[in-house]
């Protein structure tokens, strides 16, 4: 939708001037009204429609003098008609006015009611409406009666019926009428009952409810009227936006009888019209892309909500003084206006865009990767697309009188050259492609669908872009299968499965992994081994038909530096796969090896954790010559594990000794004055002496530990070591 808005802004500014500097009349001479001619429909000329579920619409014939145009929508057509009109009255008209019947939102409009019923009453609402009302109730038991309606109220009353062990409850209405005599009359509201209001007024305002009602039933037909004024024969052109069915894309593929190697690809749009107008002898464009569009409801009168302020009430104001105003700064004056011109952007991705369809100087063909920026004003506009208020894009014909095809932004286009002709509510299939294509009948297989499929290898050698739809084959004049397809660019080359072949089994027969240290690096603690995987896998094809068959192996392509070893090719290689073609000649079976081979890294960080001792180790018996670099790093965590052990050891004996000595102090204590005494005293004495002589070896250990760790660090930290399997 970016291509529209330029040529918008032009077309609504060229109205809003127009409407802001009428002509000026002479002196003492009355301006002449416009009196606009009979009113005239304009027939749809262009259509073209998106994959959104948007249509683009352009409107054109001829106006003559001063000409009113009508313009029929629904309601839902014409917010998007608002939000995208644009008009362009060719040979120096203008547009006066566009004006359509609007329509208050039906809550409004009771609003303007004295009923207060909402726009789905029951009849117990309708009775509170029309409460202190003078009626007439007819069909009663009493026969006519007139009073003022009083209330309406439920009673809920229990019935007997013939089984005396059931007993039903039915709710009944009854309503309260007060007669001009003061009496009360209180009458069941049965289906006999008539009431009338007596008040003409009341029974006006009724009416009045029933047909604002009735209008949300109606068609919601909107007239869009555009005021042309201008002399003599003139082209008027009217285009906008609005939603319609999504168009959709479907593909027939026939193959000879005789293989060629090619197919021939057909392919059909379907179209819907349902926008409630005939499209006679339209220029229909399909595109295939989806434009940002949305919905307001623009022609929908809206109403917003505003605070209601109590009125301030005893309460009197003393007289006041206010700070004077600063001195007023010096007022510059306005820089004049310039007038900055539009800009259009211009990406092509196919096709060139020569310079001369500008007013302006282009040197040389747009290629598909330069954006091109021409300034434009309304004039330029015009001359850019002469007479087209819309979308423009480049045009690049396939062949004479054939579909052509139109790149812009991230769409692709099919522009019909012929006009098309499909009334209201009805639709059509409409050609969009025949041409003969390279394809290849496959056999696909993969070990994720391990089922194999028919399938047909298509080259898209037209310069048409294929849209996403379904697709049927036809082999020898036969139906083959049908699938779905995405869309295929010129120049890709595509997959379409369609059947399952029952004749071809695929299986793989090995599979084998070996994993060789390829190289070591050392710095500054860090160990980083980089070994070198090779893996093969093994399929075998059976095929069991009586014809030959291609079968394309789809298999797992690894990334992270893996490739496939010497020799080997893909056929296709796609983003996480390979794809391998093998013949297999009818009733053989024939084998393939894929072998891969790439980089497996494995770091570790001594820095952080320096108790490798099984990994230092594992490492000098792959690799001989690194012994001289780690074996004093292996001997110097060995003595910071064996200064553990010791630690640990000590802190044993500490554990034993503190629990001694606690006891030999609990024994004294309970032997107080007693002769036995004496020898836990010289046990306690003991048992602290030996607790004093382990904490001072933990201590010494301690240290001895703090002294082997910084060597340790030192030692990592000056660790350098490259070695590589093809250096040695």
């Known amino acids: 939708m970016r291509r529209i808005a330029p040529v918008l802004v032009v077309a609504l500014s060229a109205v809003h001037l127009v409407a802001q500097a009428p002509t000026k009349p002479k002196p003492n001479e009355l301006a002449p009204v416009a009196t606009p001619a009979a009113i005239k429909d304009l027939p749809v000329r262009k259509v073209v429609l998106y994959k959104n579920g948007v249509g683009y619409f352009e409107h054109a014939g001829s106006v003559n003098g001063n000409q009113r145009v009508t313009i029929d929508f629904t309601s839902p057509q014409l917010n998007d008609v608002l939000q995208s009109l644009t008009v362009l009255d060719e040979g120096g008209g203008r547009i006066a006015g566009v004006n359509y019947n609007s329509t208050t939102p039906l809550a409004e409009q009771l609003k303007t009611l004295s009923l207060g019923m909402s726009d789905d009453p029951t009849s117990t609402e309708l009775f ?30 229990h019935t007997s019926t013939t089984d005396s062990s059931a007993a039903a409850t039915v709710e009944k209405f009854y309503l309260t009428l007060v007669a001009s005599s ?64 999504v168009w959709k894309s479907t593909y027939r593929l026939v193959f000879p009888r005789d293989p ?81 011109p539009s800009t259009i952007n211009s990406q092509m991705i196919n096709g060139s865009l020569k310079a001369d369809r500008f007013h302006g100087s282009i040197g040389g063909p747009i290629t598909s990767n330069e954006t091109v920026s021409v300034t434009a004003n309304a004039a330029d506009m015009a001359a850019i697309a002469p007479g087209v208020a819309g979308i423009y894009r480049p045009s690049d014909a396939i062949q004479e009188g054939d579909v052509s095809t139109n790149a812009f932004d991230d769409f692709f286009e099919y522009a019909l050259a012929a006009p098309v002709t499909i009334h209201k509510n009805e639709s059509a299939m409409v050609p969009i492609l025949q041409q003969d294509l390279p394809a290849e009948h496959v056999t696909l297989w993969s070990e994720s669908a391990p089922s194999p499929l028919r399938a047909v290898w298509l080259e898209n050698t037209s310069r048409l872009t294929l849209d996403s739809g379904s697709f049927s084959i036809f082999e020898s004049g036969e139906f083959a299968g049908e699938g779905l397809l995405d869309p295929i660019h010129p120049g890709e080359k595509r997959l379409l499965s369609y059947a399952t072949d029952q004749a071809v089994r695929v299986k793989i027969t090995n599979r084998e992994t070996k994993r060789t240290l390829h190289h070591v690096a050392i710095h500054k603690g860090t160990i980083v081994e980089t070994h070198m995987d090779v893996a093969g896998v093994t399929y075998s094809a059976t095929n069991s038909a009586d014809a030959d068959r291609v079968v394309l192996l789809e298999h797992p392509r690894r990334i992270n530096g893996w490739s496939l070893d010497e020799g080997l090719k893909a056929e296709e290689t796609a983003s996480d796969l390979y794809r391998f073609k093998v013949p297999v000649a009818a009733h053989s079976t024939k084998t393939l090896e894929v072998r891969e081979h790439g980089p497996q890294f494995t770091t570790v960080d001594l820095k952080r954790n320096p108790h490798q001792h099984e990994f230092l180790l594992e490492l000098i018996r792959n690799v001989p010559e690194a012994q001289a670099q780690l074996q004093p790093v292996i001997d110097a965590e060995a003595a910071v594990a064996d200064l553990d052990q010791k630690i640990a050891e000590a802190q044993k004996q500490a554990d034993t000794a503190s629990a001694d000595e606690a006891r030999d102090r609990e024994n004294l204590t309970a032997l107080k004055g007693n002769d036995a005494a004496k020898r836990f005293v010289d046990e306690l004495n003991h048992a602290e002496d030996q607790l004093q002589s382990t904490r001072k070896q933990i201590a010494d250990l301690n240290q001895q530990k703090q002294a082997a760790e910084s060597k340790l660090e030192s030692l990592i930290a000056g660790l350098t070591f490259d070695w590589s399997e093809t250096g040695k």
């Open 182 to 245: 003061g009496a009360v009359k209180v009458i069941e509201l049965t289906p006999a009952l008539s009431v009338r209001p007596l008040d003409a007024n009341l029974q006006g305002q009724l009416d009045r409810y029933l047909e604002l009602l009735s209008t949300t039933h109606s068609t919601g037909l909107r007239h869009l009227t555009l005021d042309s004024i201008g002399q003599g024969q003139r082209q008027l052109r009217v285009s906008y936006i609005s939603e319609v069915p």
């Open 260 to 340: 060629s190697g090619k197919a021939t690809m057909q392919g059909w749009a379907v179209v819907d019209n349902t926008v409630g107008a005939d499209w006679d002898n339209v220029q229909l464009s399909l595109v295939a892309g989806a434009p940002q569009s949305f919905i307001q409801p623009l022609s929908q009168p809206l109403y917003t909500r505003r605070p209601e302020i109590p009125i301030a009430t005893a309460e009197e104001t003393t007289p006041q003084t206010h700070e004077a105003a600063e001195a007023a700064p010096e007022v510059m004056a306005a820089p004049p206006r310039v007038a900055v």
């Open 128 to 157: 509170q409406a029309l409460r202190g009302q003078r009626v007439e109730v007819t069909g009663g038991p009493g026969g006519t009666l007139t009073g003022r309606l009083m209330a309406i109220e439920s009673r809920t009353e």
